[in-house]
């Protein structure tokens, strides 16, 4: 199973992206995934998880301005991003955990499939 992300890139405050997070081996349907990102000299933090039920949850920091999808039949999972800021900066890496649907936690240790990450970067 591998996870592997794209769509990261350099942009301005106020823009947006589209991250992807591809899948090969394997499938996201009805299962929990998530986003993550960690900026350099930060923790790694959890940024939106997806259940699957399509049950969304978002960090407080990210709230109204991120949106997590995904496609079952492409198996990608996705994180539209808009009004981005330079707090925003960091490696962003997608992850899975097939055996649970209901309930993802926002801990990074806790999902058994995970991205190498995309590097996102917020200029002023």
């Known amino acids: 199973v591998r996870l592997v992300e794209s769509g990261g890139g350099s942009v301005q405050a106020g823009g947006s992206l589209r991250l992807s997070c591809a899948a090969s081996g394997h499938t996201f349907a009805r299962q929990c995934t998530g986003w993550f990102r960690q900026a350099p000299g930060n923790w790694r933090e959890w940024v939106a998880t997806i259940g699957g039920y399509e049950s969304t949850r978002y960090a407080d920091s990210v709230k109204g301005r991120f949106i997590i999808s995904k496609d079952n039949a492409e198996n990608t999972l996705y994180l539209q991003m808009h009004s981005l800021k330079p707090e925003d900066t960091a490696m962003y890496y997608c992850?899975?955990?097939?055996?649970?649907?209901?309930?993802?936690?926002?801990?990074?240790?806790?999902?058994?499939?995970r991205g190498q990450g995309t590097q996102v970067t917020v200029s002023s």
């Open positions: 992850a899975a955990n097939p055996q649970y649907e209901r309930g993802c936690p926002g801990t990074w240790d806790w999902y058994t499939f």
